[in-house]
C-alpha cells in the first residue's frame, strides 16, 4: 500500500461511498489518503470513521462544523507526525516505513472567500520557508 491520493469527495457520509473508498484503496494500493470536503459533521466523526478499520485518521475541524480535511493512513505503512493543521491545512512529516523515504505532506482546501485565501497562501509561504530554513 504505497500509493499516495488526495481526492475531492464532495461527501463521505453515505456507507456506498465510504465502501467506495474503500474499494478504490484496497485495488490502487493506496496507503495515504487525503479526503477534502467529507462533509461529515463532528458529531458523525465516529460513525464513519469506523468503517475504515486498519485506518488511521487525522481529522481537522477547527472552527469547521463541517469536516473539510481528513488525513487517513495505514498505520502498518506510514507513520505520520502532525505539524500544524488550520481551517485550511493539514501539514505533516511522513515517513514511509518500508522504505524509509520521508517527506513533509500539506493537504489544502482552500476557502471560497478571498481573505481567508490570501491567509492561506501567507501560511503556505511561511511553512516553505521554515522547511528551507529547517530542512
Known sequence: MDNIISWNIRGLNAPNKQKDVLAFCRKNKVGLLGLV?????????EKVAQNFPGWQHYVQ????????????WILEDFTVHILHSSKQTIHCWVVHKFSGGAFYLTLVYGDNDEQERRKLWELL???????????
Open 37 to 45: 470536503e467529507t462533509k461529515v459533521r463532528m458529531s458523525n466523526y
Open 61 to 72: 475541524y477547527n472552527d469547521q462544523q463541517k469536516g473539510r480535511l481528513w488525513l487517513m
Open 125 to 135: 509561504q511561511t511553512t516553505v520557508t521554515n522547511i528551507d530554513n529547517h530542512g
